[in-house]
């Protein structure tokens, strides 16, 4: 007799399904990551050709006001987005799960940026902050140069990073709260808990590793925060170094400047920051997120 | 007891529509723009609705910008990626998930590791490439970057993993060779999954800003996104040919959404983590 037909047991098909994925990844991922690092050790000519230079990119970076004004500007940024942006989520979140009509279009509305190009949301709150014509600005009497004004750029932007990007974490949420039994609600409402107790020893924890992927998530976007400064500062604004991101500098020094090996320096420099954050932050969730269930 | 319910839902209401005004003001405000002349937005005080309703800020855009080029690049580079995406994610995908073969564990903590890495490190030599190749400014490099997905590789296999075994080892036993297997028996079952990933492929293609900026700079050869950044630096002072054009960049979109609103909602919730 025949060995039993096994479908699991395979290296031909495995090899051949797994190929297109693979290859691809290291044409488009493997490579261009050593590619990357070796030339941030290189200076890159405009004709492409390659000399090493050792440290000195790095040590340009380091040693450049530039640079540690841009890695300021994205951290600054992060503390206004993530913590304020990811509370208003959670409070959306909340109102949604309540028994109200109405609760699809609600959704539909405060998710609605998400589907729209940040090209295109910078451009209409860029017009909203003008400091001569803008809406805010005349409605209130305001004389604040809110993309002009070094001081207020980053929260102006922060702010509309918030409304992006609301929606889309309050369904994360949602989906989160939604998954907490009902149980737990009665048996709390017989003993008496109030909504605010509930909320507190309920909600909270049972929505905590939710809440953790929603945080990671929203910071490493935020970090990674390039397009909105790009098209509500941009270039020639008097604001622009008190503005630029990580990776916008990166945009500026490698396909602006053409210097690819700063570039290429700038880039690592601050995924190897994303990394160093995000590790503190897996090590911070033990204190407060709950996988008990 | 009952009056404090109805308080409170009201208060519940309140809050949500304050909150939808927000949400919404900023798209009427573009709309209201876009409909004034020049001369009226600069007016002081200003308007709030225009005095005429004036759309020649529309048919001045589509001067400005070669906007046929601009939805037609967009559309190619979304369907391709998508298409690309949901392929080589759903054959990964199901390999890692259902088959053994060596170096499996290998190749899928390659494609974790990529998937942790902010995509950014690799655009200098992935733009190297496709420059060394000459075919910057064409539909080949929009879709270059997501001709492979290791984070739709990881979703998928995680679809293929809640598919119990014994399905597709009854498929496989009644005759159905590997192939059949997964495209007959497999794939169809993890339909909502692949939904979920071509919602998130193209939300997130339609949105990126950098890759056509750097890879396709010429303004008949780019998407919408970088179209509106020309457009931006070119026109920064003319407010209502900025609101048309950034309301016709994202018409179709918003148009998509609204017909498939509770798949976008669902399969980006279901994607959430990236």
Redesign the interface.
């Known amino acids: 007799m025949k060995k039993t037909?096994k479908?699991?047991?395979?290296?031909l098909?495995?090899?051949l399904?797994?190929a297109?994925?693979?290859i691809?990844?290291f044409?488009?991922?493997?490579?261009?990551?050593v590619?990357?690092i070796i030339?941030s050790f290189c200076k890159s000519g405009v004709f492409?050709g390659r000399e090493f230079v050792g440290l000195e990119n790095y040590a340009e970076i380091f040693g450049s006001q530039e640079f540690w004004q841009a890695l300021w500007n994205t951290v600054y940024f992060c503390i206004l987005t993530v913590p304020v942006g990811v509370f208003l989520a959670l409070?959306?979140a909340i109102?949604?799960n309540?028994k109200?009509r109405g609760k699809?279009v609600?959704?539909?509305?405060?998710?609605?940026?998400?589907?729209?190009?940040?090209?295109?949301?910078a451009?209409?709150?860029?017009?909203?902050f003008?400091s001569e014509?803008g809406?805010i600005n005349?409605v209130f009497h305001l004389d604040a140069g809110w993309i002009t004004d070094p001081n207020l750029v980053i929260p102006t932007v922060a702010i509309v990073a918030i409304?992006s990007a609301?929606?889309?974490d309050a369904?994360?949420l949602l989906?989160g709260i939604q998954n907490i039994s009902k149980t737990y609600y009665e048996a709390a409402s017989l003993d008496g808990c109030t909504k605010l107790q509930q909320f507190r020893y309920i909600t909270l924890p049972m929505v905590s590793p939710t809440l953790f992927?929603?945080l990671i998530?929203r910071l490493?976007a935020s970090l990674?925060v390039?397009?909105l400064i790009?098209?509500m500062v941009?270039?020639g604004n008097p604001a622009l170094s008190k503005s630029q991101s990580l990776?916008y500098l990166?945009?500026r020094e490698?396909?602006i400047k053409g210097d690819?090996g700063m570039?290429?320096a700038i880039?690592?420099a601050?995924?190897v920051l994303?990394g160093i954050i995000t590790a503190i932050q897996f090590v911070g969730q033990k204190k407060w997120v709950n996988y008990e269930v | 007891m009952k009056q404090k319910k109805t308080f409170s839902?009201v208060l519940?209401?309140a809050?949500?529509i304050i909150?939808?005004v927000?949400?919404?003001f900023?798209?009427i405000?573009?709309l209201l723009?876009a409909a004034k002349t020049n001369a009226e937005?600069?007016q002081?005080?200003?308007t709030i609705l225009p005095e005429n309703w004036d759309f020649s800020s529309f048919i001045k855009v589509f001067d400005l910008l070669p906007f046929g080029h601009l939805y037609l690049n967009t559309g190619l580079m979304i369907l391709f990626r998508v298409l690309c995406a949901v392929?080589?994610?759903s054959?990964?995908g199901?390999?890692?998930a259902?088959?053994?073969?060596?170096g499996?564990n290998f190749?899928f903590t390659?494609?974790i590791v990529?998937q942790m890495?902010?995509g950014?490190?690799?655009?200098?030599?992935?733009?190297?490439?496709v420059a060394g190749l000459g075919l910057t400014d064409t539909i080949f490099s929009l879709v270059?970057?997501g001709?492979?997905?290791?984070f739709g590789?990881f979703f998928l296999r995680q679809a293929y993993m809640g598919i119990p075994?014994e399905i597709?080892?009854a498929a496989?036993?009644d005759g159905c060779t590997?192939?059949q297997?997964?495209t007959k028996v497999l794939f169809p079952l993890t339909k909502s999954s692949v939904a979920a990933l071509a919602v998130f492929t193209a939300?997130f293609s339609?949105?990126d800003?950098?890759w056509p900026?750097?890879a396709n700079t010429n303004i008949n050869s780019t998407t919408?996104?970088?179209g509106?950044?020309t457009l931006?630096?070119m026109y920064?002072t003319n407010?209502p040919v900025?609101?048309a054009?950034?309301?016709l960049?994202?018409l179709p979109?918003?148009i998509?959404?609204l017909i498939f609103?509770k798949l976008?909602?669902e399969g980006?919730?279901m994607t959430?983590?990236?």
Do not use: C, H
């Open positions: 037909k479908l699991g047991q395979d290296n098909w495995g090899y399904l797994i297109p994925t693979v691809g990844l044409i488009l991922n493997v490579y261009p990551f590619d990357t030339l492409g409070i959306v109102l949604l309540a109200i699809v609600f959704r539909a509305i405060f998710f609605l940026p998400m589907v729209v190009a940040p090209a295109a949301v451009m209409v709150w860029k017009w909203i003008n014509y809406i005349t409304w609301i929606g889309y369904v994360l989906s992927v929603v998530m490493m990674k390039y397009d790009y098209m941009g270039e990776i990166f945009y490698s396909f690819k570039g290429s880039v690592i601050t995924v994303i | 839902t519940i209401y809050a949500l909150g939808a927000i949400m919404i900023p798209f405000w573009m723009t937005v600069l002081v005080p200003p392929a080589f994610s054959m990964a199901y390999a890692f259902k088959l053994n073969f060596k499996k190749f390659l494609v990529q890495i902010p950014q490190i690799f655009i200098i030599p992935q733009y190297e490439m270059f970057p001709l492979v997905s290791a590789t075994d597709a080892e496989y036993l590997r192939w297997t997964f939300v339609y949105a800003l950098l900026l750097v919408l996104s970088a509106l950044s931006n630096s920064s407010y900025l609101m054009g950034s309301l960049a994202m979109m918003v998509l959404y609103q976008f909602i980006v919730a959430g983590g990236k």
